[in-house]
């Protein structure tokens, strides 16, 4: 493509309410332009690397074996009613009434629409399993869309759903996407990996999240460097640890702590680390056990993992911490100095807790603290559980190494649904004994649009945007210093643009008359990932210079050469 | 493809509320799938005809130096009251309310969205002329969807805007879309006109529409077989005759005709043909007539073309019909025994009838008419206008033969919207000068999911769909007769299509365990254009049995030479 036929549209600053460096640079970089909130328009530029990432994922979606179809953006209310998500899906969920007023929604998923597809199509075990996957248009109401297209309010995904007899077959198909998603984005060029996550409103048992690497991302990852294990910091279990609990050494001594209320404060009044003291937090039992309050105890520089704790039997479901009130009755103290010395009430301990000795806890009298708590001596012996988040250092669960921390951009998503949807609407088909049974499905999503600024993300400096190979608008940028004015340079560049054309590279040639530093600087910032600078001064010596957009400095190639240099950069 | 690996779902009836023939096939071949009153999902095969259909369209808009974008579906109302379309719109435009209660809109057309990217990012002549195009889901909130994709409420469109520095630049633009619509229909394998069009509630001047050519199609063309016009019925001129009007030879008498309303009763009741015959319509002039009552005079079997009488200077715009109680006041009648003779007001008659002689007329005495009514003679000579559609065997108006009437359905529209956009939303740049200018705006339109019903509307039998090569799902079908059972069949049909799809062919495999004479008809019904039977019969003696789907009865082919024979047909 010549700039000359093509749209460039390049801003020296960023608006003011992009936050994060890929909307940042996509806006700079003109691949899109903002209608509305959260709503954009793809330029010609963000266009061709949208389609780039579209073609890459429909072709391994084809590869193993899911058949595409194309799924409408308006649904009828009906059908979510039907399957109860009228009600459960929250303001993010577009409702509307048409002219004759009937309530219709702008789909931000499709399990209700394929699913009345294949209850109306699919009869027999014998057209089992089938994988319909579409890339569409979906509406999600954010209530404060940001970040660019990365949580947009119209975006593009794709999203694939599976039916079959069996949850062994499920259980394959979830495997095969799984490799499939791999697959998919390491084609893409990006640093990624699969996490065990929690399955969130979608529903369902069972699902792996997809997260591009990059530290501006909005989920904490726990993975292991030596092994595939990768788990949401929610969900990773933190292991008890190897060694034993010492022996008692210190005696029990209340101590005045005047004012001190938080861990920081204690350790610091003390003058022991955060890793000697213990913080006692309460929360509400459930109607099981009378609704009385649970003490839970976590190491003092430990997180608690609420999604842990409101797993416990006994404890209330949401979690619910104890109120003011019930904290001073059940232990004559306020919160900032409790702990399990005297308390007559139900203690869990994490894990970390349960091997610890001559520690410091409240005392259950405001503005005292105990120091030289020992388990068994000074409180019985408590329920042990895993109550606190992973921290980096952790050994991996899988026990294969010790854990990292990093952050994501969940990019991509499998479940495996069972049999949710195909329950609440009737999904049906007739097995091999001639008997009706209920479909197990899966779903499987990736946000195609999102990826564009995940990548960006992941990849840019201070100049612009660093694209991978495959999902780069361009492949080769050649930037003529003087197209308009050098007979030499114009037959150079136009040469070169027809020889690497002609191999089937999307090459650019910047033909736009402008200044130099002008041409580099825009072609830096639109983050093509090669580029040839055609010069008189080089051309009078048989020279062009290559630079690749991560390279420090560029490359002098012989003009005979630089095509084939590139074209194999490109293939090899 | 192979069958087993895709999804065919094809019905042996229609549903009922499927009225046409494309509608009927595509439920029946399993295209599309009804989600909501003219909502539907593209299933696998619908969606292959889908893309092929979009690529095409795709690949000549490029070549025509059109830029691709894609601009949002949800849109903001403020750029539509900012263009006046919020007010002027009526209930097509689905509207609604997001979550913080501010207006939108799903976009029907984008000329305001594009006209806003453009406002805000092109400045100088020198970006000049730009055309963006997209292929994007359109929702049009329809009062009665019907005949499937053809009246969707939701459908893909291509929509281009072209943005110039001149009207002369504009003009070049509109003629090379002109031709760039030409070489996609001609590609899509569609027979189709361009006709002259009127412009309708888009707005703007100078505009054709492209319609496929189809028995059932909703809208009349006039054409000349003899050279390229074409025109919306309504739009065509009617030209004067050449004949001179005849002398008049009958006295004027008054017949009594009672109960005579219509010029079929009329005709009846006097023996003379209805040709013979006046009719008189009396409609309201504007106020700078003061509201008089204008009379129309039209030929008894000619039909009144209401554009054109609104188009006559002090007829009241849009045209509005006297009421029966000014017609009495003004003519002493009532409406079927009304005419010219006696008429003191104004009157308008036909180019037609202004070279009649001796004809018919109302009395304006009910239940009377007068014959041997003349020009001149009975009551002034009037003026004269073209009133009236134009019939088949009329003068074409571009002098090159006569008119013939066809049906058609529209499929492309192109307009010279001029500055009405530009204007509204003060869309300007620098000319030459450095003075601000507004912009000259075109705009481009093609039905995309629509060409797939017009498509079928124009090709089919009683069994079914016929493909164009161009946009067919798959290119040839290889229909084996006991694919499970016979290893010679199995190896025949396997070696086939590894043949085909070897040489960049679309072939679709039929492996289903079905009866050889379902599998026939679901192939016919889903009108592939080619088709390879294999059998054992056929292959004992080295032939396998070639079909056109168009031919009579099939060809046997050397099994040898199947794969070169339809490779040559398909590639021509």
Redesign the interface.
């Known amino acids: 493509m010549r700039a000359s ?3 460039l ?1 390049t801003l020296k600053e960023a608006p003011s309410d992009a936050e994060v460096i890929s909307h940042k640079l996509m806006m700079r970089a003109g691949l899109i ?1 903002r ?2 909130g959260g ?6 530029l963000g ?1 061709r690397a ?1 389609r780039k990432v579209e073609n890459i994922v429909r072709e391994e979606m084809n590869r193993a ?1 899911a ?10 209310a009906e059908l979510w009613q039907e399957s109860g998500r009228w009600d459960f899906y929250g ?2 969920l ?1 409702r ?4 004759h007023d009937r309530d ?1 929604v ?1 789909g931000p998923t499709h399990e209700e ?1 394929i699913t ?2 294949v209850r ?2 699919l009869r027999s075990y014998r057209q089992l399993p ?1 994988h ?1 996957y579409q890339i569409q ?1 979906k ?1 999600r ?1 954010e ?1 404060r869309p940001r970040f660019g297209v990365m949580r947009g ?2 975006f593009t995904m794709k999203d694939g759903y599976s039916f079959h007899s069996s949850f062994e077959d499920l259980q394959r198909e979830y495997r095969n996407m799984y490799d499939t998603y791999h697959r998919i984005f390491n084609r893409l060029g990006l640093k990624f990996r699969a996490v065990a996550a929690d399955t969130g409103s979608i529903g369902g048992t069972g699902s792996h999240e997809f997260h591009v690497i990059a530290e501006t991302g909005e989920d904490d990852i726990a993975y292991c460097p030596d092994s595939d294990f990768a788990a949401n910091v929610e969900l990773a279990e933190a292991l008890a640890p190897a060694t034993p609990r010492p022996a008692a050494s210190a005696a029990l001594t209340k101590v005045h702590t005047p004012g001190v209320k938080t861990i920081d404060e204690l350790a610091a009044f003390l003058k022991v680390p955060a890793t000697a003291t213990v913080k006692a937090i309460v929360v509400d039992g459930d109607e099981s056990t009378g609704n009385q309050p649970v003490l839970l105890l976590l190491r003092g520089d430990h997180e608690l993992n609420e999604v842990k704790a409101q797993k416990i039997a006994g404890v209330k479901n949401p979690l619910t911490f104890a109120s003011p009130a019930s904290i001073l009755a059940a232990f004559g103290a306020n919160a900032g100095s409790l702990g399990p010395v005297g308390f007559a009430g139900r203690v869990v301990m994490d894990r970390s807790v349960a091997v610890m000795a001559d520690f410091v806890t409240g005392a259950n009298e405001d503005d005292h603290h105990f120091t030289g708590v020992n388990i068994g001596r000074d409180f019985p012996e408590a329920e042990i559980a895993d109550l606190r988040n992973v921290v980096a250092g952790d050994p991996s669960p899988d026990g294969k190494g010790t854990l990292e921390i990093c952050r994501g951009i969940e990019v991509g998503h499998i479940f495996q649904l069972r049999t949710k949807y195909a329950d609440a609407l009737n999904c049906k088909f007739l097995n091999e004994q001639g008997k009706e049974q209920i479909m197990e499905m899966g779903c499987y999503g990736i946000g195609v649009s999102r990826i564009l600024g995940a990548a960006i993300e992941q990849n840019n400096d201070a100049r612009g945007i660093i694209w991978p190979d495959a999902i780069a608008p361009f492949q080769v940028a050649i930037v003529p210093m003087g197209y308009a004015k050098s007979e030499a340079v114009r037959e150079a560049a136009d040469a070169l643009y027809a020889q690497l054309t002609a191999a089937g590279i999307d090459a650019f040639l910047d033909d736009r008359d402008e200044r130099p530093g002008s041409l580099l600087a825009d072609n830096e910032l639109i983050g093509t990932p090669h580029r040839v600078v055609i010069g008189d001064r080089g051309l009078k010596e048989g020279v062009v210079e290559y630079q690749g957009r991560r390279d420090a400095e560029a490359t002098k190639l012989a003009v005979a050469d630089v095509a084939a240099t590139v074209i194999a950069k490109l293939k090899g």
């Open positions: 036929q093509f749209f549209s332009k209608l509305a709503i954009y328009t793809w330029m010609p266009l949208l074996g058949i595409e179809v194309l799924m409408p953006a308006v649904q009828p303001p993010e577009l509307f009434k048409d002219r219709f702008i629409v009345d597809v109306k199509d089938k319909f248009t509406f109401d209530i309010r119209e």
